[in-house]
């Protein structure tokens, strides 16, 4: 298990160096949060759903990819974090049936999440499926939460599958995201307010 994990480690490390080499190529960038809010470049993502037990699933802007899970490596605490789980189905409208590809981030319960638990969290994380598994690592940001980026390249997992297009997807992955406190909130309504306000003053004149 441990030469597995060593392996994975490195396929990883290879995957995060391959993020910078594609920037010029055409490409998805998606990010996902363990709270729900998931973003294509600027569109935000409509369909999520929260798992019961814990997780949140996201709808892809694709209809198919490559299946199986990607391990989140937390350099800090030296265990894994987080669980993707890449996969396709078909959603039957109208009695057609069309093909949509999916993803569900787990995000192992601690903590750090406060003051309330992310819809992501769950404890134990789910059995990753050995034969279709690949890490990547995930870094401490300044305010406390956590990132990890994730290129696929040709044929990894969470690959976009469609030979009609040569699109590639970077996908960034935010665990441990602290939630705005209200008095913070509050000093940001309260900014807009004045800040309408002066527009206003200037716009009556």
């Known amino acids: 298990m441990k030469t597995l994990m060593k392996a994975l480690v490195i396929i990883g490390l290879v995957l995060q160096y391959g993020v910078t080499q594609c920037q010029g190529e055409p490409h998805f960038d998606i ?36 299946a199986g899970d990607v391990l989140i490596y937390d350099t800090f605490t030296h265990i894994n ?15 057609t049936p ?29 059995q990753y499926n050995l034969n279709k598994v690949e890490m990547t690592n995930e870094w401490g940001l300044a305010d406390g939460s956590q990132v990890a980026y994730w290129n696929p390249g040709r044929g990894h997992i969470g690959d976009i599958i469609d030979s009609n297009t040569n699109l590639y997807v970077i996908y960034t992955f935010i665990s441990d995201k602290p939630v705005p406190e209200p008095s913070i909130m509050a000093l940001v309504g309260l900014g807009l307010v004045g800040l309408a306000f002066k527009v206003y003053r200037r716009r009556s004149k």
């Open 81 to 95: 974090g987080d669980l993707i789980r890449f996969y396709n189905t078909n959603i039957v409208i109208n009695g």
């Open 98 to 126: 069309y093909p949509f590809a999916y993803v569900i981030f787990y995000s192992l319960l601690d903590d750090l999440d406060n003051p309330t638990n992310p819809p992501a969290d769950i404890d134990p994380l789910p």
């Open 31 to 66: 990010t996902l949060d363990e709270w729900g809010y998931g973003t294509t470049g600027d569109i935000v993502i409509a369909w999520t759903n929260f798992l019961s037990g814990g997780g949140v699933q996201y709808r892809l802007p694709f209809t198919n990819c490559v």
